[in-house]
């Protein structure tokens, strides 16, 4: 009886120090949810959501757990840099699916696929982050992939959805075509070998130097998509403008988690004999991200469309912090920029939602006079889009501040400056929609618009105000906040080299 009470916690530590023990639970809660769906008649939506908040809450709790406890699993490979990604990833999900529920409350729409493909993606971005195999990184980008387009078809009895869909899936197709073609090429000049580190160690670089340039092309070209990399981006604002607005928020903060995760482990454990090459073309694509996210984001009306651009050139920003390629500040600023950048859009899009269901159009102009109708709404939108554009004091200036110096230190002579101009010419379009909100008429219509549904809100179901705000303050003051206690997040994300 003795040795059963001793042996007992040594069982219970060892199953809650299984590395994947949080991917173990969100895959039973994404079992949990099909099933309820199929066999519950009346579709309890709340109880879908509430299985999905807790099991990501649950994960959150176990990874933070095993981040701090040595794993007793030596043939798992585990590092500071896979648990930021992994937590990062639950974070989106957790977060976005919370800006959702009022969505779909509101809508007409199927009640149990959102929660499910957003719980398949975010377990596929997961797996994403520590993936060690071609095999295996290939596999988890195709579900993340196939559950974003499914994601972005969402709301069927739309065209643009429905057109959205298409366009995502058939530039992933392409994207997904070039990545397959680099990794069969690492795979054959490799030996055979699927292990990243073991690839690497059985090229021959000096023999096979145009087919390893040739696939490290197509391993650029390939992830460029999923980053939406100038000239790869054509699909974004198309797929950003067509998809319902929680979708949106979910894709713009799951791309920039999941692919420079994917991007960092591949050219970092691949390609380090081709590190000039890759920075000089990486650099380019980024640059020119920059150069064109926020020039045209400027002429944008739509406001989906137009955070669809600005998406673009923070990809770019991102880069700079992997191109720095430095264990110690290189990618501590990448990460610390990433977490800022998940608050700071997902708190945009906490305004976005509601007003978008309230109103029924995502128009800039629409947004006119809107501090008379709703000051919470205002309230939002005031705090954060200064952050966007990196104006002191807000967290996204000190986030971008980090981030431009380590990669000026680590010789991004022509990126560091466009990054600084670019982020000026930011401002303007982030403040024209706070100066219309102040000052400018909308004649459309004076009704306020916390009574004004759309087509797709059912008049049954009344849209739950309170929560929202509360959702979208929460939102600002933690993605203003976080500007204080940088100095804490950075410590945390030093020494993340994998």
């Given at each position: 009886?003795?040795?059963?009470?001793?042996?007992?916690?040594?069982?219970?530590?060892?199953?809650?120090?299984?590395?994947?023990?949080?991917?173990?639970?969100?895959?039973?809660?994404?079992?949990?949810?099909?099933?309820?769906?199929?066999?519950?008649?009346?579709?309890?939506?709340?109880?879908?959501?509430?299985?999905?908040?807790?099991?990501?809450?649950?994960?959150?709790?176990?990874?933070?757990?095993?981040?701090?406890?040595?794993?007793?699993?030596?043939?798992?490979?585990?590092?500071?840099?896979?648990?930021?990604?992994?937590?990062?990833?639950?974070?989106?999900?957790?977060?976005?699916?919370?800006?959702?529920?009022?969505?779909?409350?509101?809508?007409?729409?199927?009640?149990?696929?959102?929660?499910?493909?957003?719980?398949?993606?975010?377990?596929?971005?997961?797996?994403?982050?520590?993936?060690?195999?071609?095999?295996?990184?290939?596999?988890?980008?195709?579900?993340?992939?196939?559950?974003?387009?499914?994601?972005?078809?969402?709301?069927?009895?739309?065209?643009?959805?429905?057109?959205?869909?298409?366009?995502?899936?058939?530039?992933?197709?392409?994207?997904?075509?070039?990545?397959?073609?680099?990794?069969?090429?690492?795979?054959?000049?490799?030996?055979?070998?699927?292990?990243?580190?073991?690839?690497?160690?059985?090229?021959?670089?000096?023999?096979?130097?145009?087919?390893?340039?040739?696939?490290?092309?197509?391993?650029?070209?390939g992830t460029a998509f999923k980053l939406s990399l100038f000239p790869f981006h054509q699909w974004t604002p198309d797929v950003y403008e067509g998809s319902p607005t929680p979708v949106v928020a979910?894709?713009?903060?799951?791309?920039?988690?999941?692919?420079?995760?994917?991007?960092?482990?591949?050219?970092?454990?691949?390609?380090?004999?081709?590190?000039?090459?890759?920075?000089?073309?990486?650099?380019?694509?980024?640059?020119?991200?920059?150069?064109?996210?926020?020039?045209?984001?400027?002429?944008?009306?739509?406001?989906?469309?137009?955070?669809?651009?600005?998406?673009?050139?923070?990809?770019?920003?991102?880069?700079?912090?992997?191109?720095?390629?430095?264990?110690?500040?290189?990618?501590?600023?990448?990460?610390?920029y990433t977490f800022i950048y998940i608050l700071m859009n997902l708190g945009t899009f906490a305004c976005i939602i509601p007003f978008g269901l309230r109103t029924g159009t995502d128009n800039i102009?629409?947004?006119?006079?809107?501090?008379?109708?709703?000051?919470?709404?205002?309230?939002?939108?005031?705090?954060?889009?200064?952050?966007?554009?990196?104006?002191?004091?807000?967290?996204?200036?000190?986030?971008?501040?980090?981030?431009?110096?380590?990669?000026?230190?680590?010789?991004?002579?022509?990126?560091?400056?466009?990054?600084?101009?670019?982020?000026?010419?930011?401002?303007?379009?982030?403040?024209?929609?706070?100066?219309?909100?102040?000052?400018?008429?909308?004649?459309?219509?004076?009704?306020?618009?916390?009574?004004?549904?759309?087509?797709?809100?059912?008049?049954?179901?009344?849209?739950?105000?309170?929560?929202?705000?509360?959702?979208?303050?929460?939102?600002?003051?933690?993605?203003?906040?976080?500007?204080?206690?940088?100095?804490?997040?950075?410590?945390?994300?030093?020494?993340?080299?994998?």
């Amino acid at each position: 009886m003795n040795d059963i009470n001793i042996s007992l916690p040594k069982v219970i530590l060892t199953f809650f120090n299984f590395p994947i023990l949080p991917e173990i639970i969100l895959t039973l809660s994404l079992v949990a949810i099909v099933v309820i769906d199929l066999l519950n008649r009346e579709k309890n939506t709340i109880l879908l959501y509430k299985i999905f908040l807790i099991s990501t809450s649950i994960s959150v709790g176990v990874l933070l757990y095993q981040w701090e406890i040595p794993s007793i699993f030596q043939h798992f490979h585990t590092s500071n840099f896979n648990f930021i990604f992994r937590f990062f990833m639950l974070i989106c999900s957790f977060l976005s699916v919370i800006l959702s529920a009022d969505y779909i409350l509101c809508s007409k729409m199927a009640l149990a696929e959102s929660p499910s493909f957003e719980l398949a993606a975010g377990l596929a971005g997961m797996v994403l982050s520590y993936a060690n195999d071609l095999i295996t990184i290939y596999v988890s980008l195709e579900f993340l992939a196939l559950s974003s387009c499914f994601l972005s078809g969402y709301t069927k009895l739309d065209l643009r959805s429905n057109e959205a869909s298409m366009k995502f899936l058939l530039m992933s197709g392409a994207s997904s075509s070039l990545l397959l073609y680099g990794f069969s090429s690492l795979y054959g000049l490799s030996g055979g070998q699927l292990q990243l580190d073991a690839a690497v160690n059985g090229i021959s670089f000096n023999q096979y130097a145009f087919t390893i340039y040739l696939s490290a092309a197509s391993i650029i070209a390939g992830t460029a998509f999923k980053l939406s990399l100038f000239p790869f981006h054509q699909w974004t604002p198309d797929v950003y403008e067509g998809s319902p607005t929680p979708v949106v928020a979910f894709f713009s903060v799951t791309s920039k988690v999941a692919a420079p995760a994917l991007f960092t482990r591949l050219f970092g454990l691949i390609f380090p004999y081709l590190s000039n090459e890759w920075h000089i073309a990486v650099g380019l694509l980024a640059t020119f991200s920059m150069i064109l996210g926020n020039l045209i984001a400027v002429t944008q009306r739509s406001v989906k469309r137009m955070l669809a651009y600005p998406s673009i050139s923070q990809i770019g920003y991102i880069m700079i912090g992997v191109l720095a390629a430095d264990s110690e500040n290189g990618y501590a600023s990448m990460i610390t920029y990433t977490f800022i950048y998940i608050l700071m859009n997902l708190g945009t899009f906490a305004c976005i939602i509601p007003f978008g269901l309230r109103t029924g159009t995502d128009n800039i102009r629409d947004y006119a006079g809107l501090y008379m109708k709703d000051p919470v709404l205002t309230f939002s939108p005031v705090l954060r889009s200064p952050s966007l554009g990196g104006i002191p004091p807000p967290s996204g200036f000190f986030g971008k501040l980090y981030l431009f110096w380590h990669g000026w230190k680590a010789g991004s002579y022509p990126s560091v400056p466009v990054a600084l101009v670019t982020s000026v010419i930011s401002i303007y379009y982030y403040l024209k929609i706070i100066k219309l909100m102040f000052t400018g008429k909308n004649g459309r219509s004076d009704t306020p618009i916390t009574y004004r549904q759309n087509s797709l809100v059912s008049p049954s179901i009344s849209i739950s105000k309170s929560s929202l705000e509360i959702a979208m303050i929460i939102r600002a003051l933690a993605s203003t906040l976080s500007g204080i206690f940088i100095d804490p997040i950075i410590e945390i994300t030093r020494n993340t080299f994998f």
